[in-house]
């Protein structure tokens, strides 16, 4: 059965750099992937996606230039660099993706990892 699991993340400084993953465990296959956060006590945003064949890729305005969306198809890994990070970025962060499960794509969601940016 499809899980993803997150790591990365943890406490930054603003103007600084972290990297998150979201790995696809077990013998599965992962189309396409997103990234959600959710700061506290807001509702949770796509951030960006990524399809499957790895274009096309969306980012959400406030995050363009900023950070990058990625994939490791051999690894059922994606990525998203986050840099230029500001206080505003801090939200639990969130990995969507669609697993071939039975017959159909189903859309799994990671539990999450929190990031926290430090002004």
């Known amino acids: 059965q499809g899980q993803l699991v997150e790591s990365g993340g943890g406490l930054v400084q603003a103007g600084g750099s972290t990297k998150l993953s979201c790995t696809a465990s077990?013998?599965?296959?992962?189309?396409?992937m997103a990234w959600y956060r959710q700061p506290a006590g807001k509702q949770r945003d796509l951030v960006a996606s990524i399809t499957g064949g790895g274009r096309p890729i969306t980012y959400s305005d406030s995050v363009k230039g900023r950070f990058t969306i990625s994939r490791d198809t051999t690894k059922n890994t994606g990525y998203l660099q986050m840099n230029n990070l500001k206080p505003e970025d801090t939200a639990v962060y969130y990995c969507?993706?669609?697993?071939?499960?039975?017959?159909?794509?189903?859309?799994?969601w990671g539990k999450g990892t929190l990031v926290t940016v430090s002004p």
């Open positions: 077990g013998n599965v296959v992962m189309n396409s």
């Open positions: 969507k993706g669609e697993i071939w499960t039975k017959g159909a794509w189903v859309e799994y």
